[in-house]
């Protein structure tokens, strides 16, 4: 994961660097660093934690050009010292580096071998190391040579203390864009770090590197080639417009959902994207992603295979790739991502992609990779999601495929069913909610160690998905199981006093639900039932019933989930966490 940042220019870089470097921290904040040439010395600061963390420490450092690193550890601890920028021992060069070396260790030996010593426990220190062992004059194909002895992906920016006004590049499965105007040059995993800076930036692909000075950009291949590229407009990037008043990303993201809804509904109606989605040739519909985009895969195919009578199967996408899964020409891959940058989720596109599947993205971020290598893209228009944990982004994906699982139906059956009127109904309920049960409830849950949640079919889904969230900002152990699994094993974990959220929408499924909350019941468990069905008869000391309102049971689960987005972060508050930033996480999941 991490983010990386570099800058060439007139502007104090320690400024521009680290406010960069605070739009990528959704993709990790274990540690941050900043290194800036400066009379021919490169000056190097890092931090354990969080940007702020550095920006305390950071006084005025401004030389003509630097590079700054935002950590997500995957190879030793969260420590300063394993924090980038990483610099060979000779303090030549210093790095940045996105990605895993996964060929670090033999590399790391071999240098050893030649007296050279390592101060970070990092695979990326290899890269600083190789940089200054390499013998070839011309940098950039030093880089290059450097690059071809590297197993794994990487996006790096590397600076030489003797080439003050140069920044070098390399891509390799992970993101890098580079922008230039007027003398001054930015660079970073995302296009939001060049967002108001350029007009026009490059998207390096796999394989290319990039000489970067104020004067201009040069672009190479893997054999040292220059080549030419084509530059992209710097447009519909929108970047977070801040907290507001609120609290927390994650509060604010929640209470937009009704508002995102309604965009939904305004694109999708004023557009035919949906209509493009063509299954006449199509035998079946795999959907792949990852965690709670995942999830909404899962909501998805309920959706697809109940209304469009067609083979529809979701796949986490970490599985999916290493399965040898059956694709064809006939096969329609539909890809769910929030950012578009998850790695297994852009290996899975790719394999299916290469046995000849028609590609789907179902994103947020519509010039990500996902959306960049996809035929079709349906947007999920939630807007900017900074908060960790996904909730708007989420209610928008199942929403986007509830509506395409009506458009097929539509087609397919030939009906003329209005769907968007359901959700707009949606929008307004959702307004109306004020939370006060799940408000009390977020104080007991406070104390807990363990929670379960119950539902079937579509219900099972949103159990997931709650449990999820749960876990994620509360810490709290939690798991979702099919209600009609509790006999096989689940019934086991049942003590006084346990927690089981019951979760029933769907009528037909009310009294099969029921009684597994019942089963639950008589061996002490506490059931908490949210639904929009009339349950007060069986209201007790050890069964609480949240009403929710009663609207076309088809859309319930994005309403829903709501209940169980505000639960887990009023529970994350009250236990004193951060629930926008929960330990050991990042936002966007860039290596495998
Ligand atoms: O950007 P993506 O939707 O591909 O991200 C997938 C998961 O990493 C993500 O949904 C993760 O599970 C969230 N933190 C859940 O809240």
Same mark, same amino acid.
């Given at each position: 994961m991490c983010g990386i940042v570099g800058y060439i220019g007139r502007m104090r870089s320690d400024e521009i660097l680290l406010k960069n470097l605070k739009k990528l921290e959704y993709r990790g904040y274990d540690s941050s660093g900043i290194a800036v040439l400066k009379n021919n010395e490169i000056i190097v600061r890092k931090e354990s934690g969080c940007i702020a963390n550095l920006e305390k420490t950071v006084e005025e450092i401004y030389g003509s050009c630097g590079i700054a690193h935002t950590r997500w550890a995957t190879h030793g601890k969260p420590t300063k010292e394993?924090?980038?920028?990483? &610099?060979? @021992?000779?303090?030549?060069?210093?790095?940045?580096?996105?990605?895993?070396? =996964? !060929?670090?260790? *033999?590399?790391?030996? /071999?240098?050893?071998?030649?007296?050279?010593?390592?101060?970070?426990? &990092?695979? @990326?220190?290899?890269?600083?190391?190789?940089?200054?062992?390499?013998?070839? =004059? !011309?940098?950039? *194909?030093?880089?290059? /040579?450097?690059?071809?002895?590297?197993?794994?992906?990487?996006?790096?920016?590397?600076?030489?203390k003797n080439t003050p006004n140069t920044l070098y590049l390399a891509k390799q499965k992970s993101p890098l864009y580079v922008g230039i105007k007027s003398g001054e040059v930015f660079v970073g995993s995302d296009p939001i770090c060049l967002s108001g800076m350029v007009d026009n930036y490059y998207s390096l692909e796999d394989g290319e590197f990039c000489q970067a000075s104020s004067e201009k950009l040069v672009f190479f291949d893997s054999y040292k080639n220059i080549i030419n590229k084509a530059s992209v407009k710097l447009e519909n990037i929108n970047y977070n417009s801040g907290l507001g008043d609120y609290p927390h990303y994650m509060l604010k993201e929640i209470e937009e959902v009704p508002s995102v809804l309604r965009r939904v509904v305004d694109v999708y109606k004023q557009s035919n994207i949906l209509d493009k989605i063509d299954i006449s040739n199509v035998n079946k519909i795999i959907i792949v992603g990852c965690?709670?985009?995942?999830h909404a895969g899962l909501m998805g195919s309920k959706y697809i295979e109940r209304l469009v009578r067609i083979d529809c199967s979701?796949?986490?996408?970490?599985?999916?790739?290493?399965?040898d899964p059956i694709i064809d020409d006939k096969t329609l891959a539909i890809f769910?991502?929030?950012?578009?940058?998850?790695?297994?989720?852009?290996?899975?596109?790719?394999?299916?992609?290469?046995?000849?599947?028609?590609?789907?993205?179902?994103?947020?971020?519509?010039?990500s990779t996902v959306a960049k290598k996809s035929d079709i893209i349906l947007p999920v228009c939630a807007g900017p999601e900074i908060a960790v944990a996904s909730t708007k982004a989420y209610s928008a994906q199942?929403?986007?495929?509830?509506?395409?699982?009506?458009?097929?139906?539509?087609?397919?059956?030939?009906?003329?069913?209005?769907?968007?009127g359901e959700v707009e109904k949606l929008s307004d309920a959702l307004k109306q909610i004020d939370f006060e049960d799940v408000r009390e409830l977020s104080k007991v849950l406070v104390d807990k160690k363990e929670a379960f949640f119950i539902g079937r079919n579509r219900d099972y889904v949103t159990s997931e998905e709650a449990s999820l969230k749960l876990k994620e900002i509360t810490y709290i152990n939690s798991s979702a199981y099919p209600a009609g699994e509790l006999k096989h094993g689940f019934l086991a974990l049942i003590e006084n006093d346990t927690y089981v959220f019951m979760i029933a929408t769907e009528k037909d499924l009310l009294e099969?639900?029921?009684?597994?909350?019942?089963?639950?019941?008589?061996?002490?468990?506490?059931?908490?039932?949210?639904?929009?069905?009339?349950?007060?008869?069986?209201?007790?000391?050890?069964?609480?019933?949240?009403?929710?309102?009663?609207?076309?049971?088809?859309?319930?689960?994005?309403?829903?989930?709501?209940?169980?987005?505000?639960?887990?972060?009023?529970t994350s508050i009250a236990k004193g966490l951060n629930p926008d930033k929960p330990r050991n996480l990042a936002k966007s999941v860039t290596v495998e």
């Open positions: 394993n924090a980038h920028p990483h &610099t060979s @021992s000779d303090n030549e060069w210093a790095i940045v580096h996105n990605g895993i070396i =996964e !060929n670090y260790g *033999e590399l790391k030996e /071999d240098l050893i071998s030649k007296n050279i010593s390592f101060s970070s426990e &990092t695979d @990326s220190e290899v890269v600083a190391q190789l940089l200054s062992v390499e013998k070839n =004059e !011309n940098l950039m *194909e030093r880089v290059i /040579d450097v690059c071809g002895k590297l197993v794994g992906s990487y996006a790096l920016i590397c600076v030489n965690g709670t985009a995942y979701c796949h986490v996408a970490s599985e999916f790739r290493y399965s769910v991502s929030q950012s578009g940058e998850t790695a297994d989720t852009i290996s899975a596109l790719d394999l299916a992609k290469s046995k000849g599947a028609k590609i789907v993205a179902l994103t947020n971020v519509l010039y199942i929403t986007v495929f509830y509506m395409l699982a009506k458009c097929l139906q539509n087609k397919v059956f030939s009906k003329n069913v209005d769907y968007f099969k639900t029921l009684n597994g909350a019942f089963e639950s019941m008589a061996r002490g468990g506490k059931i908490f039932a949210f639904s929009q069905f009339d349950l007060k008869k069986y209201e007790s000391e050890n069964f609480k019933y949240i009403k929710m309102p009663n609207l076309n049971e088809e859309v319930m689960p994005i309403l829903s989930i709501s209940y169980f987005q505000m639960l887990s972060y009023l």
